[in-house]
Each structure stands twice: as structure tokens, then as C-alpha cells.
């Protein structure tokens, strides 16, 4: 199997200029599915930090690089929406967020916002033990003791060393959500109201946006945030 992705067929997400080459690195195996964006990429061609494959494999194997907590020795691990990528050697830490374009971009973030990263819950299931496990957007699962706390479409704040939940953000009107796929995606604002569709089809959301019309968008391409979140963008 190659190890290269052609630039032109990359996910629209992919921080890549499409023309400048014919192939790219391929991402390996990991959370995020397609989506997900080489480290290589991040670190050579939107941080500049490296100059090959070789260099970013050096930087690894000294574990100066973490994802979400964990040293990272695979410069083909797929990053993607939310996860936190830290150089404490430079005191550099970055969340992964999509800009309007949909693009995902490196924000720039303080030290103590490293600690934890956001998630969405796309599904919940009981488990053996009668126990409830969330599905979160980048494919990790997390076990809570309360079944009805917690419902798909809410968003939780995931400790990196205890993996535990340590802030619930319900999804519902009156949140505070980023737009992260579709034309509005980096657009931020408060739900005004949520459209259940009868049948099969998307429900949608009307997301409200101080001295702006707002917009409507399916509720896939939302994600509720917080106040600390929507600063730390700015």
C-alpha cells in the first residue's frame, strides 16, 4: 500500500496546498477516520518546524511532541478537530480548529487550557455492568455512571491524564456552538432554535450571531462550546 495521498483528493479539511505537488503524506491508522491530518503535515508544511520526514522522526523519538497529553512517536498519527498538539520544550501549545473556510488551523493556546481537550458526543450505548459509554466525534469512548445526563449532540471537556470528564456542555437552545463544517464553519453563536426533521432527514439549527443574521445549518456541523473556548479562539 503507498505511503502517499494525492494532494488533489485530500479531505477539504487538510491545511495542503492542492497544486504546489502531486502527492502528499498519507495519514496511518488512528482517531479522527479521514479527516485526520498527518503530524508530518502539521509540523513541515503549516508549522515549519521540520524540513522532512527524517527531522519530525528525530523530534519524535525525543518525545517533544504531545497529542492531547501523550508523547507521539508516529509522524503519520492523524490529528484532527479539538485535539491539543504541545512543544513544552518551546512552551508552545495549540488547539486543532477549523477556520471559516473549513480548514482545520492551529489556534494558539495558553498552557493551563493544554491540560484538556473537547469533545462531541455523536452516540451512547450500555455497556456489560450497566454502565453508559459515549462515542465522542474523534472516535475515543468514555465511560459515565448516569445514563441520562448526558445525550448525543452535548459536548464534554476530557481531562489528557485522567481521561475523565470534567465539564458537561448540554446541546440545546440558548448554547454557545462554532460552526465546523459548511459554509459557516469558524462562525460562532448562541442556538436559537433547533428544527426536529420527521423521517430520516437532518434536523436543523438556527444559530444566532450578536450585531449578524446568524445562520442555519444542519446540527451534524455544530458542536456546543464554551465561553473559555470561544476566548481562547480569539
Known amino acids: 500500500m503507498s505511503n502517499h495521498q494525492k494532494r488533489l483528493s485530500v479531505p477539504k479539511s487538510w491545511p495542503v496546498e492542492r497544486k504546489t505537488a502531486t502527492f502528499t ?33 528525530y523530534a519524535l523519538a525525543h518525545d517533544s511532541i504531545l497529542v492531547n497529553g501523550d508523547p507521539i512517536n508516529d509522524e503519520k498519527r ?40 473537547l469533545g462531541k458526543v455523536v452516540s451512547k450505548r450500555q455497556v456489560t455492568g450497566g454502565a453508559t459509554q459515549l462515542s465522542l466525534h474523534d472516535g475515543s469512548n468514555i465511560t459515565v455512571d448516569d445514563v441520562d445526563e448526558y445525550n448525543s449532540n452535548d459536548s464534554v471537556v476530557v481531562d489528557n491524564e485522567s481521561k475523565e470528564i470534567v465539564a458537561h456542555f448540554p446541546y440545546e437552545e440558548g448554547a454557545l456552538v462554532t460552526a465546523v463544517r459548511g459554509n459557516h464553519a469558524g462562525k460562532i453563536g448562541t442556538i436559537e432554535t433547533i428544527e426536529v426533521t420527521p423521517g430520516s432527514g437532518p434536523n436543523v439549527v438556527t444559530v444566532d450571531i450578536d450585531e449578524d443574521d446568524g445562520f442555519e445549518t444542519v446540527e451534524e456541523y455544530v458542536v456546543v462550546i464554551d465561553e473559555k473556548f470561544a476566548g481562547d479562539d480569539e
Open 78 to 117: 492523524p490529528i484532527g478537530m479539538f485535539d491539543i498538539v504541545a512543544f513544552p520544550g518551546r512552551e508552545e501549545y495549540y488547539r486543532i480548529f477549523p477556520d471559516e473556510g473549513g480548514r482545520l488551523s492551529l489556534t494558539p493556546i495558553d498552557e493551563s487550557a493544554a491540560d484538556s481537550r
Open 25 to 57: 503524506v498519507k495519514a496511518g491508522a488512528g482517531p479522527h477516520g479521514e479527516e485526520g491530518v498527518p503530524l508530518l503535515i502539521l509540523l513541515r508544511d503549516v508549522l515549519g518546524y521540520v524540513d522532512s520526514r527524517k527531522e519530525a522522526r
